[in-house]
T-cell receptor, first 116, second 115 residues
């Protein structure tokens, strides 16, 4: 069975601080996909990243970066110089390998509040 | 492009009624996904299609739920009969392919309330 744990229910920071959202997963699959999604207060869902377990390189996109550590089963998400617009709930997800079912398992989400 | 379009945005119905949610994916996208979000269960993927064909519906909670994609530009998620526990926000998403670099684009969601 697959499991995704986002232990931080809520994080509160002040603008311009760096913040890391943790994601720890469990799976028996040797290959899999990991995802991050953002849900702003307006309620829409925004896809941020999908990472194949074969690729352990860290990913950077502007102020966003992702640290994939297969050895610790973690896929953490860091926002550098946070902004008020980063306030949202962030979800981490894990799915089985391609070629079969994609149906992901989602974490319960981390609510990030960025204060001005 | 207008993005992924979902209708209705809000639906209030009574237990036992049939509910149909609609989704128009972004033109040219081969993949379409239906998600559900509730406080109790969080986010769940219900079903996804590739080139109009359902690939995996193991996330569909019960036989009361059915989804179709009659053509590349339209999909429906039907609940018959509806129950109060079906109350949720239902999101539709599409992507061009499902390669690692592809982005999934979400619709605004349909907020369903079953009384």
């Amino acid at each position: 069975a697959q499991k995704v744990t986002q232990a931080q229910t809520e994080i509160s920071v002040v603008e311009k601080e760096d913040v890391t959202l943790d994601c720890v997963y469990e799976t028996r699959d040797t290959t899999y996909y990991l995802f991050w999604y953002k849900q702003p207060p307006s309620g829409e869902l925004v896809f941020l990243i999908r990472r194949n377990s074969f690729d352990e390189q860290n990913e950077i996109s502007g102020r966003y970066s992702w640290n994939f550590q297969k050895s610790t089963s973690s896929f953490n998400f860091t926002i550098t110089a946070s902004q008020v617009v980063d306030s949202a709930v962030y979800f981490c997800a894990l799915s089985p390998p391609s070629g079969g079912s994609y149906i992901p398992t989602f974490g319960r989400g981390t609510s990030l509040i960025v204060h001005p | 492009d207008a993005g992924v379009i979902q209708s209705p945005r809000h639906e209030v119905t009574e237990m036992g009624q049939e509910v149909t949610l609609r989704c128009k994916p972004i033109s040219g996208h081969d993949y379409l996904f239906w998600y559900r979000q509730t406080m109790m269960r969080g986010l769940e993927l219900l079903i996804y299609f590739n080139n109009n064909v359902p690939i995996d519906d193991s996330g569909m909670p019960e036989d009361r739920f059915s989804a179709k994609m009659p053509n590349a530009s339209f999909s429906t998620l039907k609940i018959q009969p509806s129950e109060p526990r079906d109350s949720a926000v239902y999101f539709c998403a599409s992507s061009l392919t499902w390669a690692s670099t592809d982005t999934q684009y979400f619709g605004p969601g349909t907020r369903l309330t079953v009384l």
